[in-house]
């Protein structure tokens, strides 16, 4: 089965300082997808970054942008310029077809704390 | 905007009693998810609707049950909660589940069993 492990439960960073979540995942399969979701205190979580694991190519949005070892199966988020909207519980999620259907599996998440 | 609408946002319910959880959309997605999220752990999918297909999770409890009478509105039914039960529960929609599309999420709904 699928394992998406984030080791950091709580972290914190300098607003305007560059801070990297880190998320590993488990699985035999070579195709999938890997996403990290924003949930900011008490409102809806949102999509920060997707990767599609047959790109080499790291994504990035913005001051958002991901470091993606497949070798390593590691996904780390890197936020660059953190600004104080970025607090809020970041969720590594893992994809894959499954009998043709695509599910999310979710890490337990890591809560970001950007400081004035 | 396009978006995902959970009522209500705080739902407090005593232990035995039923409770019903709401979900409307208005993105027109095919297909709406029900996760359950207990604190400090990540979102557990209780299940979802493809159309008016349900698909239940394999360890998802007799005690949920969810119905869908439009593409619009989904519906979470807790029968009989327990207070394990206690948890943010959260509704998502995706146009598809055939491809890796993302899911977009509503606030979700509190839930306090007493």
């Known amino acids: 089965a699928q394992t998406v492990t984030q080791s950091q439960p709580e972290m914190s960073v300098q607003e305007a300082e560059t801070v990297t979540l880190s998320c590993t995942y488990d699985?035999?399969?070579?195709?999938?997808?890997l996403f990290w979701y924003k949930q900011p205190p008490s409102r809806q979580m949102i999509l920060v970054i997707r990767?599609?694991?047959?790109?080499?190519q790291n994504a990035t949005e913005n001051r958002f942008s991901v470091n993606f070892q497949k070798a390593a199966k590691s996904f780390s988020l890197k936020i660059s310029d953190s600004q104080l909207g970025d607090t809020a519980m970041y969720f590594c999620?893992?994809?894959?077809?499954?009998?043709?259907?695509?599910?999310?599996?979710f890490g337990t998440g890591t809560r970001l704390k950007v400081l004035a | 905007d396009a978006m995902v609408i959970q009522n209500p946002r705080y739902q407090v319910t005593q232990f035995g009693k039923p409770v019903t959880l709401s979900c409307s959309q208005t993105?027109?997605?095919?297909?709406m998810y029900w996760y359950q999220q207990k604190s400090s752990q990540a979102p557990k999918l209780l299940f979802h609707?493809?159309?008016?297909?349900?698909?239940n999770e394999a360890d998802t409890p007799d005690n949920f049950q969810s119905r869908r009478p439009n593409t619009s509105f989904c519906f979470l039914d807790i029968r009989s909660p327990g207070l394990g039960d206690a948890a943010m529960y959260l509704c998502?929609?995706?146009?598809?589940?055939?491809?890796?599309?993302?899911?977009?999420f509503g606030p979700g709904t509190r839930l306090l069993v007493l």
């Open positions: 999620a893992f994809m894959k077809s499954n009998s043709g259907t695509y599910k999310y599996i």
């Open positions: 699985t035999s399969e070579n195709n999938y997808y």
């Open positions: 993105l027109n997605h095919n297909v």
């Open positions: 998502a929609t995706s146009s598809s589940t055939t491809y890796a599309e993302t899911q977009y």
């Open positions: 990767q599609e694991a047959y790109k080499q």
């Open positions: 609707y493809y159309d008016k297909d349900f698909n």
